[in-house]
């Protein structure tokens, strides 16, 4: 075996080191398969659910029967930012439980290659998840979530891109205040669940709230998705809203994580951290 | 095999000058200065809360110092440690691998991580040193205390390092699965003319491998020299007693008359 065969090659920012802990993190998936029926199974649960009880609604109400997919596409596209935030998040703590993350920054891998490569798996995560879930839906109810067309793809960036900022800070804050904290990961997105207008219009909220619910991408991503089922109208002005408040959830989500990944340094977390 | 590391051999491998580690009131690194030779293998000893894993983590850019400055291959590790981190590397029995990967998923990762251009390549070679090669396919979280560390040992190789840092390289062995980890460590140390500083309890292990040894008490260096120097400066027999005087406090000289 030749020297030149070994070479290292040590660019400032790497893309295959973001794949290399892309590898390690599909690997663990590969290596599970209950972890990834788990990824289409409550999903999938949810829209079962759901779709019942709008089978139900529509043969008692006008308003529903005129569009049917109204609640099956909020529980599928809610699931886009769940999945995004919790598989961002639990590919972070997998780290944290197996006591590798002393490991991986002793290695040439930069924080933000690590959230290039969280990013990207959380993505796989929430398309593994995704996609059987609404062919299901496709099967059980005639509803094909395909059928809002490109819309469906602002609607899954957006979403999924919120679920990214959250998952970025959460795991900061997992890491800064330790495992003690992880409970966090699991929560934290459900309190903008009522005031995203999932299932109904921000202007059902009292007006204190609807100024909040504003301030989130989610809520406009709903709107639009309400506004694309029952008016047949795509309004890309909200979704550019969406996209402009995402890009600084992002940032200010990426800043969180590096500041709190200074801190774990500064406090010597990352030699300690581990079940 | 033989690193291109010669060159740079006058140069220190780590210079450390002022370094502390404060964590609120207490103080674990207490403004230590020192340098380490290239191509030598160099010991932190020292009981516990002396200092070593926090040194050792500073060293290779962990832990963020209170106050001082780092060295490592030539490189300031405050402010430009990822010009560095490839070509070192560590293992500890307090940092693990992924258990549920296999070993070869665990080393193939890795081997990509150090930016290995022939990542298999880089596993077959760490495999075939610490003879491995059965346990690629197994789960980590499977292997005995002594395979766990090997197999830790070969990611400690897997980019061939320059500059090695060991925390307790042997914890939790059997007498012959540490001397042969011993034996590996001598062999890659002599064949690549790595450097090696490794911080342990075990006395009769630092004797065999080191030919430096630094002895940190309460934060500070107490003492400084080859295995045989300190025994010799203490009037004891061995390494061990030298430890145990400075661990009680008892300073150089005293020992010998007690």
Partial sequence: MSVPVLERHTPAFSLRRVFALVRRYLYLLRGSWPRIVELAYWPTVQMLMWGFLTQFLASHSSFIAQAFGILLAGVLLWDVLFRGQIGLSISFLEEMWSRNLGHLFVSPLRPVEMIGSLVTISLLRTLIGAVPTSLFAMVFFDFSVYSMGLALVAFFFNLIFLGWAMGLAISGMVLRLGLGAESLAWAAVFALAPISGIYYPIATLPEWLQVVAWCLPSAYVFEGMRALLIDGVFDGALMLRALALNLVYFVLGALVFLRCFEAARNRALLLQIGE | ?258
Avoid: C
């Fill in chain 2, 1 to 258: 095999m033989r690193l291109a590391i010669v060159a740079a051999m006058s140069e220190p491998a780590i210079i450390a000058e002022g370094l502390a580690k404060r964590f609120d009131d207490v103080v674990a690194v207490d403004g230590i200065d020192f340098a380490v030779a290239r191509g030598g293998v160099t010991a932190l000893l020292g009981g516990n809360g002396a200092g070593k894993t926090t040194t050792i983590g500073m060293l290779l850019g962990l832990v963020t110092p209170s106050a001082g400055r780092i060295e490592v291959l030539g490189t300031d590790m405050l402010r430009h440690r990822h010009r560095v981190l490839g070509r070192l590397n560590f293992s500890s029995p307090y940092v693990d691998l992924p258990l549920r990967l296999t070993v070869g998923q665990n080393l193939r990762v890795y081997a990509e991580l150090y930016g290995m251009r022939d990542a298999k390549a880089a596993v077959a070679l760490v495999a075939d040193r610490l003879r491995i090669a059965e346990l690629l396919k197994r789960r980590t979280g499977s292997l005995s205390a002594g395979q766990k560390t090997r197999v830790a040992l070969a990611k400690a190789l897997i980019n061939l390092p320059e500059l090695l840092l060991l925390d307790e390289p042997t914890a939790s062995l059997d007498p012959d699965s540490a001397g042969w980890i011993r034996d590996v460590l001598t062999a890659y140390q002599r064949d690549s003319g790595a450097t090696i500083l490794l911080a342990s309890h075990n006395m009769a292990e630092v004797e065999v491998l080191a030919d430096d040894v630094i002895m940190l008490g309460q934060g500070r260096i107490v003492d400084r020299g080859a295995p045989a120097e300190l025994v010799q400066r203490f009037g004891r027999r061995n390494l061990e007693e030298v430890f145990l005087d400075i661990a009680r406090g008892r300073e150089r000289g005293l020992g010998a008359a007690e």
